[in-house]
């Protein structure tokens, strides 16, 4: 889709906005600029380099799950987040919505398909130049105004050169990836379809998930497993490296308590095995990867185990003793910056202002999260280019309380340990009608608080100009 009607005007008198990377965060930065009619040239190492965990040169290549989680905007922050990006002309959510998958009440994508749909869709941009190359160091000073969105598998030569800038090191954490297994080497006399509670999604029919059902001894073996499996070993510089606790290996779970797994991603709670008529003693569920069919990933399943015992580990599982695996579990070294001491409420960098930060380096977590700040920034990027103040969305909208969280509204002034954070209805501020010692049942709340955010990001898209909508 080519710039509107009427920008060819603009284009000439307006300078261009550089966007380091072409993941989630700086492909929505680059198209939320050029719906404002400020030309971007756009830079992606891959495939000249590639990181630990990306697989081709896509645009928007999504590395672990393919779910971009809860759609159900009502009662969940990241639904929440998903319908307040749809309004803003989101290209993220957008793509995801034209290559769901089913998965319940979930926004899954064909992971290939959505990352193809970007990239064409930023390709045939006219205001977008793409560089296939990598940035070492800083910027050049000529550029004056640049978006990082260098992700969390940032290169180490760029990395090293924030530090000198900031005198600060950048905060890390381990990130793991759960492996993906062919549906066709799936024993379906043990393994059923549900989705949890029946839900229906928007793509499904409240039969999204395949459910592996481990009775008390399957899951203890299971464990034992798990816990004696040959484990990828961190070298000295990362063993202090805390994990994000929203994406723990599975094996790390069972380390903390044997039984933690079975009220995380085991949890057999609304499901019902039909061979015995009963709820399982616990549960694996598999959720569909592709637009075919045919890939299923093992939900909950990061892990570091090495490749051969993953294979050995995982055949345990009732239904998947035959399984094949499209992709083993991995482990990579996620990076972000130390953000509420280091960006200003623009997202800018106190050092060196001409750089704004966008996406998971910036310390939010989740695909969505990551597109949300990636919007964001292209929206500041975009108010300056055109000579107007950015103006920031309220904190009780669930981008403005993502931003918020970045930049230091909810740290007081000098507290460390900053961590990621996904989207959450504790980031945003309690409904004003509510007394703090009577506070309502929590399904009501979260209802009135997604009323309140869906009217207030409403009225600052109004204020701020909406942009035309996402198009691949």
């Not at 009780?396 to 996904?422: D, E, I």
């Amino acid at each position: 889709m080519g710039p509107r009607a009427g920008y060819q005007f603009q284009v000439m008198s307006h300078s261009t906005v550089h966007v380091i990377g072409a993941g989630l965060a700086g492909s929505e930065a680059a198209w939320q600029l050029v719906r404002q009619g400020i030309p971007v040239v756009l830079h992606e190492m891959r495939p000249r380099r590639m990181t630990e965990a990306h697989a081709g040169d896509g645009l928007a290549e999504l590395v672990c799950s393919n779910s971009f989680r809860s759609d159900d905007a009502e009662n969940n922050a990241v639904g929440l987040l998903h319908a307040e990006m749809r309004q803003a002309g989101s290209l993220i959510l957008g793509a995801a919505d034209r290559h769901r998958v089913p998965a319940g009440s979930a926004l899954a994508v064909d992971r290939e398909g959505f990352s193809a749909a970007v990239t064409q869709a930023l390709a045939a941009e006219p205001l977008i130049t793409l560089v296939r190359d990598e940035v070492r160091g800083l910027p050049p000073a000529a550029w004056d105004q640049v978006i990082v969105a260098t992700g969390p598998l940032t290169s180490p030569d760029f990395a090293a050169a924030l530090q000198t800038l900031t005198g600060s090191e950048a905060l890390a954490f381990f990130d793991a990836i759960a492996p993906i297994v062919h549906k066709d080497s799936i024993d379906f006399d043990k393994a059923w379809l549900q989705s949890r509670y029946d839900k229906v999604g928007p793509e499904g029919d409240g039969a999204d998930y395949i459910n592996c059902p481990l009775d008390k001894a399957a899951y203890e073996g299971l464990v034992d497993a798990m816990l004696g499996a040959d484990k990828i070993e961190f070298r000295d510089w990362e063993k202090k490296t805390p994990y994000f606790e929203g994406c723990l290996p599975i094996e790390v779970m069972a380390e903390r308590g044997r039984e933690t797994p079975r009220f995380g991603p085991m949890k057999p709670v609304g499901l019902t095995d039909p061979r015995t008529g009963r709820r399982s003693h616990a549960v694996v569920q598999l959720r569909q990867d592709n637009a075919l069919g045919t890939l299923y990933n093992m939900v909950g399943f990061q892990t570091k185990l090495r490749h051969g015992d993953q294979r050995r580990v995982f055949r345990l599982i009732p239904g998947l003793e035959g399984a094949e695996f499209a992709r083993y579990g991995g482990i990579h070294r996620n990076t972000f910056l130390n953000s509420p001491v280091l960006l200003d409420p623009l997202l800018r960098l106190r050092a060196e202002p001409r750089m704004r930060f966008a996406g998971q380096i910036t310390g939010v977590e989740g695909y969505v999260e990551s597109a949300a700040i990636g919007l964001i920034a292209g929206r500041f990027a975009a108010a300056e280019r055109l000579g107007r103040a950015p103006a920031p969305p309220p904190t009780t909208t669930a981008l403005g309380a993502l931003l918020s969280h970045v930049t230091g509204g909810h740290l007081p002034a000098g507290v460390g340990g900053f961590q990621p954070m996904n989207i959450n209805f504790g980031l945003l501020p309690p409904l004003a009608d509510e007394p703090a010692d009577k506070r309502r049942g929590r399904a009501p709340r979260k209802q009135a608080m997604t009323r309140r955010a869906l009217a207030d990001v409403a009225a600052w898209l109004a204020t701020v100009g909406v942009g035309a909508a996402g198009s691949s």
